[in-house]
């Protein structure tokens, strides 16, 4: 099973304020994964961060807000920009790992950002 | 579009006893992966099962099983011989080339 380190695991914010949230993995993968968890909500993917070509968001979410990085295989930086309270949430990467036994998708520890 | 429906927002259940949460789910695919995350308090997500819908076999992980009924969109998952530290957030996900869709959540007690 793939091995996912985020980081920060917790941080507060300042308002106005930018915070990039980083993303390793343990192996080589394709395709990478951003999701955003408000309070008391299911998680919302935000993003699909590809290397070599530019992230591929979903609707409600764009790149002036949520710059994405793909530098390589097995790693991805997600940035919040310009934070407000609404921004207040956990963010979650995760990945699909197509092993011999068919697709499990993993993910990392979360970043639970705070903005005051 | 693919939607995944969990019907039961809150369930409770004494230690030691079973206890099964409802996903249901819709797609025009054929074939597809779904799967159970729990989610403790720390808010990292923990894979608990996964389904190949071509495998006409339920998946069973220790304590866990699904009853997986591919014509009816349906994907519950059984826990067996609840253990306190079952106490989760339980998510069903519906796995749509990589991405996950997933279902609104059922928080979990298991009480002593």
């Known amino acids: 099973s793939a091995v996912i380190s985020q980081k920060p695991s917790r941080d507060i914010c300042q308002r106005g304020t930018s915070l990039t949230i980083q993303c390793q993995v343990d192996s080589q993968v394709t395709m990478m994964f951003w999701y955003r968890q408000q309070p008391g909500q299911s998680l919302t993917l935000i993003a699909t961060?590809?290397?070599?070509?530019?992230?591929?968001?979903e609707s409600g979410f764009v790149i002036d807000k949520f710059p994405i990085s793909r530098p390589n295989l097995t790693f991805s930086t997600l940035t919040v920009s310009n934070m407000s309270p609404e921004d207040s949430s956990i963010y979650l990467c995760?990945?699909?790992?197509?092993?011999?036994?068919?697709?499990?998708?993993?993910f990392g520890e979360g970043s639970w950002l705070t903005v005051v | 579009a693919q939607t995944v429906t969990q019907s039961q927002p809150e369930m409770s259940v004494q230690e030691a006893e079973t206890v099964t949460l409802s996903c249901t789910y819709d797609?025009?695919?054929?074939?597809?992966?779904l799967f159970w995350y729990k989610q403790p308090p720390s808010r990292q997500m923990i894979l608990v099962i996964r389904?190949?819908?071509?495998?006409?076999q339920n998946a069973t992980e220790n304590r866990f099983s699904v009853n997986f009924q591919k014509a009816a969109k349906s994907f519950s998952l059984k826990i067996s011989d609840s253990q306190l530290g079952d106490t989760a957030m339980y998510f069903c996900?519906?796995?749509?080339?990589?991405?996950?869709?997933f279902g609104q959540g059922t928080e979990l007690s298991v009480k002593p």
């Open positions: 797609t025009s695919e054929n074939n597809y992966y």
């Open positions: 996900a519906f796995n749509q080339g990589g991405k996950l869709i």
């Open positions: 961060a590809n290397q070599g070509s530019e992230a591929t968001y």
């Open positions: 995760s990945v699909e790992d197509r092993g011999l036994s068919g697709n499990t998708i993993y």
């Open positions: 389904q190949e819908a071509y495998k006409q």
